[in-house]
């Protein structure tokens, strides 16, 4: 399989909320088409993923017991600049630490 000439883009990082869990938007600096976002805890874990061309809000999730589904609120949306994470309340807790991809 050959690459295109395009450029890929890929950012990962942490966020983790002391105060009240809310939606919160990282800044990559360019537009995603993909971005993952798992809770590890002491539960197990949670995690989204968000592709290009999906609804904003949405994202597959899969919870602890790896049920998947489909959710098209408190999701994540795409921005021309990086992307936001809903309050979705498996994934985004409160003192619980997320990790995050994102490729464009």
Partial sequence: VKN?????????????SSDTAAAFTITTGFK???VK???LNASG?????????MAAASAV???IDGAQS???TLGTTQLSYGFTVGLQTDLNVISEQLSWMAIG
């Fill in 4 to 16: 295109s000439a395009s450029v890929v883009q890929i950012a990962v990082g942490r966020y983790i």
């Fill in 32 to 34: 995603p088409l993909y």
């Fill in 37 to 39: 976002v798992i809770n």
């Fill in 45 to 53: 874990d949670v995690t989204t993923e968000w592709y290009h061309g």
């Fill in 61 to 63: 999730l899969r919870g």
């Fill in 70 to 72: 489909l959710i098209t």
